[in-house]
T-cell receptor, first 113, second 111 residues
Framework: DAGVTQSPTHLIKTRGQQVTLRCSPK?????VSWYQQALGQGPQFIFQ???????QRGNFPDRFSGHQFPNYSSELNVNALLLGDSALYLC????????????FGDGTRLSIL | GQQLNQSPQSMFIQEGEDVSMNCTSS?????WLWYKQDPGEGPVLLIA?????ELTSNGRLTAQFGITRKDSFLNISASIPSDVGIYFC???????????FGTGTRLTVIP
C-alpha cells in the first residue's frame, strides 16, 4: 500500500521561472493539501483540493496555484519564482469528512538561484 | 501564517532519559497531532488527539490534549538514539481541514 508520493525529489530553478510539482495521495485518500516548509520552520498551509477544486487556501499569493485530477493526484504550480520560494514543498493526503490525520509525502526540495 | 509556540526549541539528552516538550496556541483546536521529521523526509505521524483531556500512548510516547484545547504536550520515555529528529505539534480548528504547525523541537540523543 503506497503512501503519499511526490516528484521530483529535488529541483533547481532560477528567478522568474515557473515550476510544477506533483503528488499522488495515499491509496484510499481523496483530499490533497500542500504545505511550504522553509528551512528551520514548521510547514505552512498553501491550499487544499478535493473533488478537483480548491477548497481552502492559506496566506499565499496567486502565483501559487494547483490542480487535482480525477484520480485524486494533484499538482502545485508556482509562477514568477522568487528567491524566497526556496523551500521543501510537502503534499499531504487524507479522506474528506474523516477525522483521520493527514499523511505526508517526503516533499520536493525546490532551490531558486 | 500562524504557527504554534513550541518549546523547547532544542534538547540535548543522554540515552535513557525522558523527554518532554509542549505546544501552546492562542486559538482553540479540536485536534492535536504530533509528527516527527527526519532529515530529507516528510513528517511522520506519531500520535493523534481528538478530545480535550485525552491522554494517548504509542509505545514510549505519550501525548495529552490540554483541557483548555489550546495546548498539548508530548513525552518520550527512555530515549534511544533513533529518537533523534525534529518533533512538530500541529493543530486543526473546528470546521477547517488545514493544519497549523509548531516551530519544532530538535532532539539530540547522546549515546
Amino acid at each position: 500500500d503506497a503512501g503519499v508520493t511526490q516528484s521530483p525529489t529535488h529541483l533547481i530553478k532560477t528567478r522568474g521561472q515557473q515550476v510544477t510539482l506533483r503528488c499522488s495521495p495515499k491509496s484510499g485518500h481523496d483530499t490533497v493539501s500542500w504545505y511550504q516548509q522553509a528551512l528551520g520552520q514548521g510547514p505552512q498551509f498553501i491550499f487544499q483540493y478535493y473533488e478537483e477544486e480548491e477548497r481552502q487556501r492559506g496566506n499565499f499569493p496567486d502565483r501559487f496555484s494547483g490542480h487535482q485530477f480525477p484520480n485524486y493526484s494533484s499538482e502545485l504550480n508556482v509562477n514568477a519564482l522568487l528567491l524566497g520560494d526556496s523551500a521543501l514543498y510537502l503534499c499531504a493526503s487524507s479522506v474528506r469528512g474523516s477525522n483521520q490525520p493527514q499523511h505526508f509525502g517526503d516533499g520536493t526540495r525546490l532551490s531558486i538561484l | 501564517g500562524q504557527q504554534l509556540n513550541q518549546s523547547p526549541q532544542s534538547m540535548f539528552i543522554q540515552e535513557g532519559e525522558d523527554v518532554s516538550m509542549n505546544c501552546t496556541s492562542s486559538s482553540i483546536f479540536n485536534t492535536w497531532l504530533w509528527y516527527k521529521q527526519d532529515p530529507g523526509e516528510g513528517p511522520v505521524l506519531l500520535i493523534a488527539l481528538y478530545k480535550a483531556g485525552e491522554l494517548t500512548s504509542n509505545g514510549r510516547l505519550t501525548a495529552q490534549f490540554g483541557i483548555t484545547r489550546k495546548d498539548s504536550f508530548l513525552n518520550i520515555s527512555a530515549s534511544i538514539p533513533s529518537d533523534v529528529g525534529i518533533y512538530f505539534c500541529a493543530g486543526r480548528r473546528t470546521g477547517a481541514n488545514n493544519l497549523f504547525f509548531g516551530t519544532g523541537t530538535r532532539l539530540t540523543v547522546i549515546p
